[in-house]
């Protein structure tokens, strides 16, 4: 038997619920915050012209009617005109990105940085994560970071420590971990979080699915330019396909365990389909346990390999019974103690982050994410270090590790020849 259960409308959800959640925190406006805007233009900067970035400009703009894009910055200038011509078409009113404001080049972040902007969009590929969120908080502006926020434990620290200088300064900070925003989620972990299904002793997530992009080499391409243009098949660009995208599945495996760290995991990983050179360094396949201390355990299992059956789903199994979030099929249920199916609205969550976002800035009650998405991002990049190496490896272990996946922020260059590691054989490759 389904218990019935109803939300209220997006806007009456959203003032009264805030990010509460989420487990946001709303700080309290302190002596030298950004001030509220009110009603003011709400001016935003994108930095990362791709599709991620061009579809969170869009929604940002539709989510705030008085939001302006101001700003854009991109490494490829045909990146940033096709975002630019894309947004136009959507939104001509808004898009108010003159050819002055339009910076092409590494450098291109700090221009919109420096800008007269409240907050920017962060969606470049991962490995520029850390370094553009330190210099947009160092520069006091809001922000929308992308997941993952990093690929490796050193790029973890400094996105942890800009989260503490944002709460300080009053920022908001919002990741993209979109299922947070999702209201059949919220309601589903609300209920787990309740007790609905007693206590929690093992989550399962897996996500299977099939093989993605890829971009062919042309003549005029140097290897910098090759390797960005493809920039999901580089471990230190993208911190591998389990850092990249799997880290949703262990953002809600997280989430359904109360945020609590595990102690430590172990697994393995490989390469079995996408072996060819255009696929880089990165893995098709992981296998990932977590050890969450007191017998609660979390697993992983994804792979990305054509014509294969595809899944992506959660399984949370505790004391008193089960939940289940299937996304393809669209399910968020409880069975055991308290049998019951979501069938309240729905909503866009791509959204619903920029309009809660948006309220924290204008209502001066900042919101900040930085260290979920902290948090998030380690367990993934925890996941993939334990999967290259065979080897059990403990939180601690892995967030303290100075391994660096790639070259320092001020080394980018397009003459920069950065070697492709091989390809990681567990049981013989080292991380820690």
């Known amino acids: 038997m389904s218990n019935q259960f109803s939300f209220p409308n997006r806007r009456s959800f959203i003032k009264s619920t805030g990010t509460a959640l989420l487990g946001s925190a709303f700080i309290p406006l302190a002596v030298g915050s950004p001030k509220p805007l009110r009603r003011e233009p709400l001016k935003v900067g994108l930095i990362g012209c791709g599709g991620r970035g061009t579809g969170a400009a869009a929604q940002a703009l539709k989510a705030d009617p008085d939001a302006v894009l101001t700003c854009m910055a991109d490494a490829f200038e045909d990146y940033l005109e096709e975002s630019y011509q ?10 108010k990105v003159d050819q002055a404001q339009k910076f092409v080049g590494f450098d291109g972040f700090q221009k919109v940085i420096d800008a007269d902007v409240d907050v920017v969009i962060l969606t470049t590929p ?14 006091g502006k809001h922000v929308f970071c992308e997941k993952p926020v990093a690929v490796d434990a050193p790029g973890v620290r400094s996105v942890l420590e800009t989260a503490k200088k944002a709460k300080e300064k009053n920022l908001s900070v919002v990741s993209g971990f979109t299922f947070r925003y999702d209201f059949p989620k919220r309601a589903l972990f609300k209920r787990i979080q309740d007790g609905d299904i007693g206590e929690v002793r093992s989550v399962y997530t897996v996500r299977n699915g099939g093989g993605l992009w890829s971009k062919p080499r042309q003549d005029n391409w140097k290897e910098m330019e090759y390797q960005l243009r493809n920039w999901y098949y580089y471990d230190w660009l993208s911190g591998d396909y389990l850092v990249e995208m799997m880290v949703h599945s262990l953002d809600m495996m997280s989430w359904a365990l109360g945020d609590k760290l595990p102690l430590s995991a172990t697994g393995t990983g490989g390469r079995q389909s996408r072996t060819e050179a255009i696929f880089g360094n990165i893995y098709d396949h992981f296998a990932i346990e977590y050890d969450y201390g007191d017998h609660i355990k979390g697993f992983h299992h994804s792979r990305q390999q054509k014509g294969c059956s595809n899944a992506n789903r959660l399984e949370v199994t505790g004391r008193e019974g089960n939940a289940v979030v299937d996304i393809g099929k669209r399910i968020h ?11 309240g609205e729905s909503n866009n969550p791509y959204e619903t982050q920029h309009e809660e976002l948006f309220q924290a800035i204008r209502s001066g009650k900042p919101m900040n994410e930085g260290e979920l998405m902290g948090n998030s991002t380690m367990l993934a990049v925890l996941g993939r270090m334990v999967g290259y190496s065979g080897q059990t490896i403990t939180w601690e272990e892995a967030l303290n590790s100075n391994q660096t996946l790639g070259p320092k922020p001020e080394e980018y260059h397009w003459d920069l020849q950065w070697p492709v590691p091989p390809v990681a054989i567990p049981g013989v490759t080292k991380v820690v």
Do not use: M, Q
């Not at 520029?128 to 947009?136: I, T």
């Open 86 to 95: 894309s947004l136009i078409k959507i939104n001509p009113e808004r898009v």
């Open 126 to 139: 991962p490995a520029f994560r850390p370094s553009h969120f330190k210099a947009a908080v160092d520069a």
């Open 333 to 343: 249920s409880t069975y055991g103690k308290h049998d019951w199916s979501y069938d």
